[in-house]
């Protein structure tokens, strides 16, 4: 009963409940699977889940996945026997796996969970599907886009329930965020600037320099793809999803320019992903400096939205979006003050002259008194939980995800080659502005 109803909240501060089912849930169609009137005839069920690889992403999940009294963890596998030992402090019932095809075998697990490093992603989940098992797997999707674009036609062809790790598409705040854009409360989005700023090393201590590569595999491009498919699919998912438009073209460059500790991938990346009428989204990570954090901002020309701070601005500062008036300079200095963008202040600076002031305080997205108690996991897996139950795959969600992994995974390939890579034709979809072609054989 007490899930019920925070289920029920959630929905209605996502503006899931009183909108009309059929205005929201046609542009995020994946909710589907946590309308109530879905998930009150699944009472009563239970999905016998495996996690493969229950590190630290993966314990996290089981948490989640112990919150649902439609689910039941009844199987691990991993390599490291620490990972196994915190897993059963969660799970003390699981039977305990060291090879993920034996966990597949077992006839008595409905779904798996995959959030082993990246390079694992695509056999594993190969496999899964093939096994029959549904599939919950963490972002990124795989290792490269012909392995994305493979696994997206596993998961058609063997009609499993699959989803990805791109919990944001179950967040209030984008919920929200999204159908307000989408109203075009901001006029026509033209451009979204994504940035996810660290200052950390990304390094696990390792004792045993056996141990290296199994715990730091994020630093080495035989498993991992770096900062792109570990932070950038996340924001340029969110970016499209805006945009309701699929990028064409991608470049980019990175370098390892501060943690030169023996590392292969860079530590300072931008990719720019460009639309076919030249709008943009840009991406842009550092692991040095953490001045300014998280963030996607949604440009329209009527205003903007950080759905991560829960903020929108009117470009005016108005309501309507009347056109704004020009800043005398010192207000703009002032405001960029407030928003400690200067250290030290330029007064002499006679040729800084900016146009537009911006609306430092803004309005929340959710309401002010609204307290961030989800950032969608709990709800992706209670989504993925019901869909297992019901064996009906939301709409469009292993769309999303798919083009989440693979544009972020272009770009990498655009940094590392120097080039402007096209997506490629064969590896489209049928989804948005996307049409697939098979690729031509001479
Ligand atoms: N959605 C998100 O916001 C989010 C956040 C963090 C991590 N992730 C993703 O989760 C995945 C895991 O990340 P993590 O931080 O948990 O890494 P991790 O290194 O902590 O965990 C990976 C686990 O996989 C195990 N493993 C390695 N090889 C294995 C094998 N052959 N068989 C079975 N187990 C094996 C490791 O021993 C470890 O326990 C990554 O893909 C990462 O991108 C997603």
Aim: hydrophobic content about 35%; some cysteine; aromatic content about 12%.
């Amino acid at each position: 009963m007490e899930k019920d109803l925070s289920r029920r909240d959630f929905l209605k501060n996502a503006g899931l409940i009183g909108l009309g089912a059929g205005t929201l849930l046609s542009s995020v169609p994946w909710m589907s699977a946590l309308a109530q009137e879905n998930t009150s005839k699944t009472v009563g069920e239970k999905v016998r889940i495996g996690i493969i690889g229950p590190g630290s992403r993966g314990r996290f999940l089981m948490n989640f996945i112990k919150k649902n009294s439609k689910a039941e963890i009844v199987a691990l596998c991993d390599i490291y026997q620490p990972s196994i030992d915190e897993a059963l402090k969660i799970a003390p019932k699981a039977k305990v796996y060291d090879d993920y095809r034996k966990l597949l075998e077992d006839k008595n697990i409905d779904a798996v969970f995959i959030t082993t490093p990246l390079y694992l992603h695509y056999p594993m989940a190969m496999d899964a599907l093939d096994a029959g098992k549904d599939l919950y797997l963490e972002k990124s999707m795989a290792y490269n886009v012909a392995q994305c674009f493979d696994l997206y036609q596993k998961y058609k062809s063997t009609g499993r329930i699959f989803f990805v790790g791109q919990q944001r598409l179950f967040d209030p705040r984008y919920l929200k965020a999204m159908e307000m854009i989408h109203e075009g409360r901001f006029g026509e989005i033209q451009a979204v600037r994504t940035f996810w700023f660290r200052n950390g090393s990304w390094r696990n201590k390792v004792s045993d320099p056996s141990l290296e590569r199994l715990r730091n595999w994020r630093l080495y491009k035989e498993y991992s793809r770096g900062l792109l498919t570990e932070l950038g699919g996340h924001l340029l998912q969110v970016g499209t999803w805006a945009m309701q438009k699929l990028p064409e073209q991608v470049m980019g460059a990175g370098g390892i320019t501060f943690w030169k500790d023996g590392r292969e991938v860079w530590d300072n990346v931008s990719c720019i992903f460009s639309m076919d009428d030249g709008r943009r989204i840009t991406y842009e990570s550092v692991i040095s400096n953490k001045f300014y954090g998280l963030e996607e901002q949604i440009m329209g020309n009527l205003g903007t939205v950080e759905p991560e701070k829960g903020m929108y601005y009117y470009e005016s500062g108005t309501k309507d979006g009347s056109p704004a008036k020009p800043a005398p300079g010192f207000m703009q200095m002032m405001t960029d003050v407030q928003n400690r963008i200067f250290e030290k202040l330029p007064f002499a600076g006679t040729s800084w002259e900016p146009e537009v002031a911006k609306d430092v305080k803004g309005n929340y997205i959710m309401g002010e008194d609204y307290k961030i108690t989800t950032d969608g996991t709990q709800e992706a897996i209670n989504a993925f939980i019901e869909s297992v139950i019901t064996q009906k795959q939301p709409e469009r969600i292993a769309e999303e995800c798919y083009y989440a992994s693979a544009m972020v995974l272009l770009g990498y390939d655009a940094v590392e080659q120097g080039k402007i890579l096209t997506f490629p034709h064969e590896y489209r979809l049928n989804y948005l502005n996307h049409k697939h072609q098979a690729k031509q054989t001479l």
